[in-house]
Each structure stands twice: as structure tokens, then as C-alpha cells.
């Protein structure tokens, strides 16, 4: 690992932790991802497709073969006294019975919520639930989401983006919306502790996806029960919350990441728009299960 040097919006160099392929509401395969990365200069990757570990195979075997590094991880779903709330959980042991039964039942729910919605929406919008599983890249192994059905209003003529969709029918505030079924943060933090990998807040402090942020109290809460570290650098943390997460870090002991929440064409973020550094990095390897991919 080299040194690391910071500016305003973090690590000037190192690695991204918020990665989404084709097997969650990315639009790139996992190799693609790789190749991406490196071809920017990144120190490497972490890829986090939502409730699934369903594309570490495939990302595995492109960093294996580019020699480029890697960090196999999942963004959870999850609630924390009607704040949602989204962990990332990287270094886990995916054979863990806790990890395997969090993850049958968070997909299981997913889908019962998608049907719902999509049954709403097809009320007003000519959409099926085939077309919304004709925007999934890899069938049943994909997890399936808001994403998804925002593509095929796209296909389908209705909007011109996801991002369009998103502002629209697709809105958590629109009248088709259900909240995904979700455990709680604190259960993710435990299952994610006992499979032995590392939780991350995502994006706590983004406003665009919670008119109500996590607390302080609830933050220590979590870190009192085994929470990892706070994703900081994320282009939906504003300056003076970054101050903020940046001090609760230092007062409870927690690791400080960044990640682009990359989305391939499925958002305007940027690979590598904000990182983590190496030396968090190191931590992340150090405690978790599982061997970094290099």
C-alpha cells in the first residue's frame, strides 16, 4: 500500500468501495468494471451488488486474470427506526448460514415488493413483469429493483433515462412506491460481524435518499455493536456533514471510505469520483474473512 494524500473530497488516489455490476441495477459485467478501473488508475476495487454475491465469480476471475486488486462485498438493505438505511459489507465469508439465510429472505422480499409496484404501475403504464425482468442482464441471479422497472419505462417509451423515471413514477414519493422490506440496520451489522467481513454506512448523511438522516445516537449505536466504518466521501454527503462523520469516525474508532456508487450507464456517477485509501484499504483485508483478490 502506498502513502496516502488527501484533499477536500477526500483520498486524492486509491480505491473505489461502491461498485454495481449487471448482477444488481448496474449496466457493466463485472470484468468490464475491472477493466474500467484500470484503465483510470485505480489502486482497485470493491464490487457491492445489492443482497447478492452472485457476481464475485465472474469479478474474481477478471481480477485474477488482469492482475488487478480486489475487494468482494454486497450493499444491504436495511432500516434503522424508519430511516433506511444502506450497509456495505465487504471481506465476508459468503457460505456463512447467517449471510446465506439474510440474503434468501432480502431477495425474497425484493421481489414480492417489485411485483407489488409493478402491478401499481401497470395500472397507468402499459409495463409488465416481463418487461421489467427484459431489463435484468442475468435473469434470476439478478437483484431485482426500482432500477430495473425505471429501464423498461425507458424502453418503453416513457422517459428518455432511468434518472428521468426516477424523478417520476419511480420517486419514493410517487403513489406507486412500497418500501423495501428490509432488517434492521443492527441485524446486518451482527450477521455481517459473525460472517466475519466489515460494515459501512453508505452515504449517511445523503439527503436525496432520506429526509431524515441516521443520528449520531444511532450511528454510536451501531458502532457499539460492531459497525465497521462510515462511507464519507460520496458525492450525497455534503461538506459540513463530512465534518461531522468525520469526527463521530474519530471519536468511535471507525474506518472512513469513499466510493463513487458507480452504476456503469445506470447514473451519471463517475468510477472513481470519490475513493477510499490505501491504508483503509489494509484494515478492511486485515479483519476480514476472506483474502484480498489481486
Not at 430495473?148 to 412506491?177: C, N, P, Q
Request: aromatic share 6%; proline share 4%; glycine share 10%.
Amino acid at each position: 500500500m502506498t502513502s496516502d494524500e488527501y484533499n477536500d473530497c477526500g483520498p486524492v488516489s486509491g480505491w473505489d468501495l461502491h461498485c454495481h455490476t449487471v448482477f444488481s441495477d448496474g449496466t457493466k459485467t463485472p470484468a468490464e468494471l475491472v477493466d474500467l478501473a484500470k484503465a483510470n488508475g485505480l489502486h482497485g476495487i470493491a464490487i457491492t451488488d445489492h443482497d447478492t454475491t452472485a457476481g464475485w465469480g465472474d469479478a474474481q476471475k477478471a481480477a485474477e486474470s488482469r492482475g488487478f486488486p480486489l475487494l468482494r462485498g454486497s450493499e444491504i438493505t436495511a432500516q434503522d427506526h424508519r430511516v433506511s438505511v444502506h450497509m456495505l459489507a465487504y471481506q465476508y465469508d459468503p457460505q456463512d448460514e447467517g449471510i446465506v439465510n439474510l440474503f434468501s429472505s432480502t431477495r425474497a422480499a425484493r421481489i414480492e415488493r417489485a411485483k407489488h409496484m409493478v402491478s401499481r404501475l401497470s395500472k397507468d403504464f402499459p409495463i409488465t413483469w416481463n418487461d421489467v425482468m427484459n431489463q435484468t442482464k442475468k435473469g434470476d441471479e439478478t437483484t431485482v429493483g426500482r432500477p430495473h422497472m425505471a429501464d423498461a419505462l425507458v424502453a418503453a417509451g416513457f422517459y428518455h433515462t432511468r434518472s428521468e423515471a426516477f424523478a417520476g413514477a419511480i420517486s419514493s414519493s410517487s403513489k406507486y412506491y412500497i418500501p423495501t422490506p428490509s432488517p434492521s440496520a443492527l441485524q446486518v451489522v451482527e450477521v455481517v460481524r459473525q460472517a466475519g467481513g466489515v460494515s459501512v454506512v453508505a452515504h449517511p448523511a445523503d439527503y436525496s435518499r432520506n429526509k431524515v438522516l441516521l443520528s449520531d445516537f444511532q450511528i454510536r449505536e451501531l458502532a457499539a455493536a460492531g459497525l465497521g466504518g462510515l462511507e464519507v466521501w460520496h458525492r450525497g454527503n455534503g461538506a459540513e456533514d463530512r465534518k461531522r462523520l468525520l469526527g463521530l469516525a474519530r471519536e468511535l474508532g471507525l474506518l472512513v471510505t469513499g466510493g463513487s456508487d458507480w452504476h456503469g450507464d445506470g447514473k451519471p456517477n463517475k468510477l472513481g469520483e470519490n475513493l477510499t485509501a490505501d491504508s483503509v484499504v489494509a484494515q478492511i483485508v486485515q479483519r476480514g474473512a476472506i483474502p484480498l483478490v489481486s
